[in-house]
């Protein structure tokens, strides 16, 4: 099974291509590592955290910038069960973070505090997906 972590060249490209000035919905899907892995010399590195551990760590030093460029939690769960999919696929977690433009992203991803704080997501993380969505009206209907 293949793992993503980051983005693939190709695929930050196509993201970087989308309209920059609407909002957007990034639903995220975690699944998280038994310990965390962190580099050799990394402050949290030797502690023995867990994968959810070190992502609530992540939580704690990126979301001060995740709120300041405007981010917003829309949605989250707790994964459950897969009802359509590989049986073989299990998520820890997901939610939907709202950004009011690509460009809060953008601004957020090149915070040189967010580039400090993401290391504890990729220790945290086994495998996740990160997909851009433009928002709509919810409603009764499909």
Request: charged content about 25%; overall charge neutral.
């Amino acid at each position: 099974m293949t793992a993503y972590i980051d983005p693939s060249r190709a695929n930050f490209d196509a993201f970087k291509a989308l309209p920059r000035d609407e909002p957007i919905h990034m639903l995220n899907l975690l699944l998280y590592r038994d310990r965390a892995e962190y580099p050799e010399g990394h402050e949290h590195a030797g502690k023995d955290w867990t994968g959810r551990r070190a992502y609530e760590e992540y939580g704690k030093t990126s979301g001060p910038i995740f709120r300041r460029v405007g981010g917003t939690i829309v949605w989250r769960g707790a994964f459950q069960t897969m009802v359509t999919g590989p049986d073989d696929r299990r998520w820890h977690d997901g939610f939907v973070a709202q950004y009011p433009n690509s460009a809060a992203f953008f601004e957020m991803i090149k915070d040189a505090e967010y580039q400090q704080a993401v290391v504890n997501r990729t220790a945290a993380l086994a495998d996740s997906r990160l997909v851009r969505f433009k928002p709509s009206e919810g409603g009764e209907g499909f």
